[in-house]
């Protein structure tokens, strides 16, 4: 559950405040599949850190299941991306140099999951249905390959919010496809989306769309309106 | 993270540029090699000498005259000739000195010793029969003069295998005649060689009756005696034979206050303790030496560090978005430049030896280098160190990164 409440985020650049969310309200509540858009310098990017954990609001509050982590250290942060978030990013970011095994691996370590660390990043590689490109270095992978290894190492330390930043953004149309149907079959076994696109073939998948312009909320949607929508990509 | 899951990282780190890692260890190797190789220099060197010390002769005591006061004021070490022969003499009485061994004067000088067309600069010590067992001398061919050759001042001489060498040319000397000072001496014997070299050569020497140096060789000095060499009769007994030569001198000389005393006793273990100081600042300056090369060593490694976190400032981001804290990101990085110093550091140790094996073959006047296992230790420990102090910076760099920023980072 994603409660957020006029959160603000300001950027500094000398002299100059820059604001690039102005008050946010939004909730989403557990088992959504939400879709952020909006054009680019709308905000929707700061908006994904902020919910991702990876960056603190300038005023107002951000509730995850309950917990105010509009406070939180660092550290807690780390622990909280670890155990509640799972990121997927545009350029996949997996660790070059580490086998797919072992970039699915990595949230366990930082975990501290020792034991079964091996047989939950091979369930969650199985999951994605890679089970047999376990020891392919990212490189050796396509496109479509390195996102659903990405999309396991996210789901293996079974975080209740899966965050999808453009996720189909480096992909052709067969492989973002395969993703999208990936991630809309994670949704229905339970999983919170947050998907930030400003595909509307994209956003189609998911239930309910949320639009920003200059910082702020515009429209919020549910999906059925917006897939009938005959829109023009930004 | 488990210190074995960190040491898994590093490793991949390490070999992600093996070429890098290489040439940055190679600092740290040569550092370390040369820390183990010249303190070993160190330690062989301060061995040889106490080696040297004593082959002087086995529980020795010198005594030296005092100084020498002219008109009040102090002149050099050992200047004053306060030692007679009825010193040596009374020194030798074993009722009054029960722990003496033997005693034995020295008068001695340098001069020129020709033979045929060579010629020689050696040493000279008049002394008398007992010189062999108190100097740890042994004769190697023919024999050392005896009492009777002391009471006439035969012209006799016993020498060194260095003087043989010198001289001889491969001809064997006993009963040959060499000339001292343009007199003629016969050679009675030959020393069997102590070893040592430079100052310190003690098979370059001619030994003959100390009444005879008196007579014919040390012309000017009058009936001097410079050192007097008292062997005791055991190690334990160094002590109690020093306490019993100071009475006797004191009482000879005729002085009731020890403070007063015109002679001084050294014994074998001062010198050997005055010795080992001398060669342990040398060990210690060859160290330190060799430990700069040690720290520039560190500062490459540190350097190398820089170039990775900032090489892998995305890999980092990616970390921390999926739960790397900021510790784990340290030890990371600190796991890292320790594996790369400690591998440097135990190469360096394989190569130290492997020089220290190798050097006495490649230059001869070195002493064989001593290399001991707390050094060997020392040196990784220290190399491991310097890894860890090198490696803070650059890992609290990377620790310290914000996320966002870390992933952006192209």
């Known amino acids: 559950m994603i409660r957020l409440e006029r959160l603000t985020k300001l950027y500094h650049m000398g002299d100059l405040e820059v604001p690039a969310l102005r008050g946010i309200d939004l909730e989403v509540g557990d088992g959504e599949f939400i879709a952020i858009m909006g054009p680019s310098g709308s905000g929707k990017s700061t908006l994904m850190n902020l919910i991702g954990c990876l960056d603190q609001p300038t005023a107002g509050r951000y509730i995850l299941d309950d917990v105010d982590v509009s406070g939180l250290t660092e550290d807690e942060l780390a622990w909280i991306r670890n155990r509640k978030i799972g990121f997927v990013f545009q350029s996949f970011n997996l660790i070059p140099r580490a086998t797919a095994l072992h970039n699915v691996e990595m949230p366990l370590i930082y975990a501290g999951e020792n034991q079964k660390r091996r047989d939950k990043a091979l369930a969650a590689l199985a999951s994605v249905g890679l089970q047999e490109r376990a020891q392919h270095m990212p490189s050796e992978l396509s496109g479509g390959q390195q996102q659903r290894v990405a999309i396991a190492r996210a789901l293996v330390t079974d975080p209740s919010i899966l965050l999808a930043d453009e996720p189909t953004g480096n992909l052709d149309s067969e492989s973002s496809l395969e993703i999208m149907r990936l991630l809309a079959e994670l949704n229905q076994q339970g999983r919170t989306i947050v998907l930030i696109t400003h595909e509307p073939d994209i956003a189609r998948f998911a239930h309910r769309i949320v639009r920003l312009r200059d910082g702020l909320v515009v429209s919020d949607q549910p999906q059925a309106i917006a897939a009938g929508a005959t829109e023009t990509a930004p | ?410």
Do not use: C
Request: charged share 15%.
């Open chain 2, 1 to 410: 993270m488990t210190i074995l899951e960190a040491l898994r990282l590093a490793m991949g780190g390490v070999v992600a540029n093996r070429l890098r890692s290489g040439l940055t260890m190679l600092g740290i190797l040569i550092g370390v090699a040369a820390v183990i190789l010249l303190v070993g220099v160190g330690n062989g060197a301060s061995a040889a000498v106490q080696q040297q010390i004593e082959a002087l002769g086995s529980n020795l005591l010198i005594i030296f005259p005092a100084n020498a006061k002219s008109g009040g004021i102090q002149q050099g070490f050992g200047t004053a000739s306060t030692l007679t022969m009825d010193d040596v003499r009374a020194l030798a009485d074993r009722q009054a000195a029960p722990d003496v061994a033997a005693a034995i004067p020295s008068a001695s000088g340098r001069l020129q010793v020709t033979f045929g067309n060579q010629n020689w600069n050696t040493s000279l010590t008049g002394t008398t029969q007992d010189f062999p067992s108190v100097r740890n001398y042994q004769v190697a061919s023919g024999q050392f003069f005896t009492g009777a050759d002391v009471g006439a001042a035969s012209k006799v001489a016993v020498i060194g295998q260095t003087v043989v060498d010198s001289l001889f040319n491969g001809a064997d000397p006993i009963g040959q005649v060499i000339k001292l000072n343009r007199q003629s001496f016969r050679v009675i014997g030959v020393f069997a060689s102590k070893g040592g070299s430079g100052f310190n050569n003690q098979d370059d020497v001619v030994v003959t009756p100390i009444t005879t140096a008196w007579n014919y060789l040390l012309g000017g000095r009058g009936r001097n005696v410079q050192q007097i060499y008292v062997a005791a009769r055991s190690a334990q007994s160094t002590q109690v034979a020093s306490d019993e030569v100071t009475q006797i001198l004191l009482d000879r000389h005729h002085i009731s206050d020890p403070a007063q005393a015109d002679f001084q006793i050294l014994s074998q273990q001062d010198i050997l303790s005055s010795a080992s100081q001398t060669t342990g600042i040398l060990t210690l300056m060859l160290g330190a030496i060799a430990g700069i090369s040690l720290v520039v060593g560190g500062i490459g490694i540190m350097n190398i560090m820089l170039v990775t976190v900032t090489e892998r400032t995305r890999e980092i981001g990616i970390r921390k978005a999926i739960g790397a804290r900021r510790r784990d990101i340290l030890t990371q990085f600190l796991i890292e430049s320790m594996f790369l110093a400690g591998v440097g550091g135990a190469l360096g140790i394989l190569v130290g030896i492997l020089a220290g094996r190798g050097l006495p073959a490649l230059v001869s006047a070195l002493p064989a280098p001593l290399i001991s296992l707390p050094s060997v230790l020392m040196a990784f420990g220290i190399s491991v160190g310097i890894g860890l102090f090198f490696g803070i910076y650059p890992a609290n760099r990377a620790a310290r990164l914000h996320p966002i920023e870390a992933l952006r980072y192209e």
